[in-house]
């Protein structure tokens, strides 16, 4: 605890640490929290797992008090992450509670409009916290610190016009902090536009190359699903991820998954957040060993101990290759990506090689046995035993209002 206490944190703060177990900070936490206790505004290059929730806490659970309006609203761009940080907030809170609300589509608006009314602290999406804005249920007048969460990915789904906005509802003197996995051109701009000479803290990669191990298969398009099966039930793993480029796929790879003997569970945008709420659940308490899941969805998720991560497609977007693997090879512990290439997949493949500093090897395949996979054409799909329409409004394009 020496090490927290060296970076000016409140007593109150450390206690809810120590509580927590939490030994030393991580890189993040190192060199953001002193800049942000002092008053900066900053541009952090950091994904998820990295401690950086802490980092931003830190301040404003500092500063921030009990009663005097909304001074602090953390944007991010799923509904799991704003839950996430909301949990995250109230747990290192307690010793000095404030009123923390996250803000998300899925959910109650009207609950939500009471809560907002003594609100402390807000965590939202950028949709529904624009929908709050327009209705004028939500008061940012005496907002203090905006934080960017994952700024890159709410940039990538299409969220750049709604964070502007949110962004000029917010006082001009306030206190700004950007969290990007990717500190692309866009957020560069974004951080000039609406950050006061911002303090840019570079980290270490999050991928330990020397404990990841990366590799990938060639295989017929009708052996696809039956590779990944072996590999499931031949690798030595712990917690594995499986990553699908769409809802239908996601579905249908868990659902066969589960015919063959192996425990998987699916997550993507098209269920509802209780459905979401329960497969993380599941795969937390350690009753389901393999997530499959969308990009989408998996952006946000906090999953320790993920040993092994599958690209069953190979990403569309060449960078969300690095988010993918970045599930695994984490605190000094040994990971394994595997990518599996039909020949619909060589097109993405070769961009994730032109556009991502990474050494992938070649592996022979083994000999198969062929896994029959039924294929879902039903217009809805089963999860946890209830029935999802393909239609309607859990399926609309904006999944985070």
Not at 96 to 114: D, F, N, W
Not at 202 to 230: G, P, T, W
Not at 351 to 359: E, M, P, R
Not at 377 to 386: L, S, Y
Request: charged share 30%; with cysteine.
């Amino acid at each position: 605890m020496e090490k927290f206490k060296k970076l000016g944190i409140s007593a109150n703060l450390l206690k809810s640490i120590n509580d927590e177990n939490f030994d030393c900070p991580t890189e993040i936490q190192e060199k953001s929290i002193p800049l942000i206790l002092a008053g900066k505004d900053i541009i952090a290059g950091s994904a998820t797992g990295s401690g950086k929730t802490l980092a931003f806490a830190s301040g404003i659970l500092q500063n921030a008090e009990k009663g005097k309006g909304i001074q602090a609203l953390i944007l991010t761009p799923t509904r799991e992450l704003a839950e996430q940080v909301a949990s995250a907030f109230k747990q290192f809170s307690k010793y000095s509670p404030l009123k923390i609300i996250a803000v998300y589509g899925g959910m109650s608006i009207s609950e939500q409009i009471r809560g907002l009314k003594t609100a402390d602290v807000v965590v939202g999406t950028p949709g529904r916290t624009l929908d709050h804005i327009e209705r004028k249920t939500i008061k940012l007048d005496k907002v203090e610190t905006l934080v960017l969460d994952e700024a890159d990915r709410m940039l990538d789904m299409g969220f750049k016009e709604d964070v502007s906005k949110i962004i000029n509802k917010c006082p001009e003197g306030r206190q700004t902090l950007l969290f990007s996995a990717t500190i692309s051109k866009d957020i560069v701009k974004l951080g000039r536009k609406y950050m006061d000479e911002p303090i840019h803290v570079n980290l270490e990669s999050n991928i330990d190359a020397s404990l990841l191990d990366q590799c990938y298969y060639r295989v017929q398009d009708n052996m696809k699903f039956s590779l990944l099966l072996h590999l499931l039930n031949n690798e030595k793993s712990d917690l594995s991820m499986v990553f699908c480029n769409t809802k239908r796929y996601t579905d249908t790879i868990a659902k066969n998954l589960r015919s063959s003997g192996v425990n998987a569970q699916a997550i993507h945008g098209g269920l509802t957040q209780n459905q979401r709420n329960n497969v993380m659940k599941l795969f937390h308490a350690g009753k389901a060993g393999v997530l499959v899941c969308t990009d989408v969805a998996a952006r946000g998720l906090d999953v320790n101990d993920v040993s092994h991560v599958y690209n069953y497609d190979i990403p569309i977007e060449s960078k969300q290759y690095i988010h993918r693997i970045g599930r695994t090879a984490r605190a000094g512990k040994e990971g394994k990506a595997i990518n599996i290439l039909s020949r619909k997949d060589n097109d993405n493949f070769k961009d994730v090689l032109k556009f991502n500093d990474v050494v992938i090897r070649e592996e022979k395949l083994p000999a198969l046995k062929k896994a029959e996979m039924k294929r879902s054409v039903d217009v809805g799909i089963k999860h946890n035993n209830k029935r999802i329409s393909r239609k309607g409004p859990n399926f609309n394009r904006n999944k985070n209002r």
